[in-house]
């Protein structure tokens, strides 16, 4: 079941967020659903340097990969935030001529001393120039989660940058 969200407003986009997003259950893989744009004061900021460390949230990153990429390791916060965590991404170039307008999908992970579960819906970001945001909720706060951004077309590099958030 593919789920497609837009956003009209700001309005929308809290609404899509926190009452969409609240009503997935975290642990109800296999659900789709797409990210939606971002402008303003949310858009990642220069990007900081990667910890070997678990990553507290927020944090900004870059990207190049040709498949699947793991991000860092992070443990989402508690108290208001309430083991939520947002992932805002963008591309910015490709050898792929054709890039623009091709998705990338984002798993959110819970990690384990067995395989790894997932949290939530895979996300699927457009990739157009514009970061796109989507958060998951219902996150275990006491454990350490990253998320994969997958690239399901073809062998070419892809670059981008984008931020994780508690909201």
């Known amino acids: 079941m593919i789920r497609r969200l837009t956003a009209v407003s700001t309005a929308a986009l809290l609404t899509t967020t926190l009452f969409t997003g609240s009503a997935l259950a975290a642990d109800t893989p296999g659900k789709e659903a797409n990210a939606l744009p971002t402008t303003g004061p949310e858009t990642p900021g220069p990007v900081d340097k990667q910890s070997a460390r678990a990553a507290t949230l927020p944090f900004n990153f870059t990207f190049e990969f040709r498949g699947v990429l793991r991000a860092r390791s992070f443990t989402?916060?508690?108290?208001?935030?309430?083991?939520?965590?947002?992932?805002?991404?963008?591309?910015?170039?490709?050898?792929?001529?054709?890039?623009?307008?091709?998705?990338?999908?984002?798993?959110?992970?819970?990690?384990?001393?067995?395989?790894?579960?997932?949290?939530?819906?895979?996300?699927?970001?457009?990739?157009?120039?514009?970061y796109y945001k989507y958060c998951w909720t219902g996150l275990t706060v006491a454990r350490l989660h990253h998320f994969d951004i997958t690239k399901p077309w073809g062998p070419a590099v892809l670059r981008g940058d984008g931020s994780a958030t508690p909201r």
């Open 76 to 130: 989402p916060p508690g108290r208001e935030s309430r083991g939520k965590a947002c992932v805002s991404l963008r591309g910015t170039w490709s050898d792929d001529p054709n890039w623009k307008g091709k998705i990338v999908k984002v798993r959110m992970l819970e990690e384990r001393s067995g395989p790894d579960r997932v949290k939530g819906p895979e996300v699927d970001f457009k990739l157009d120039g514009t």
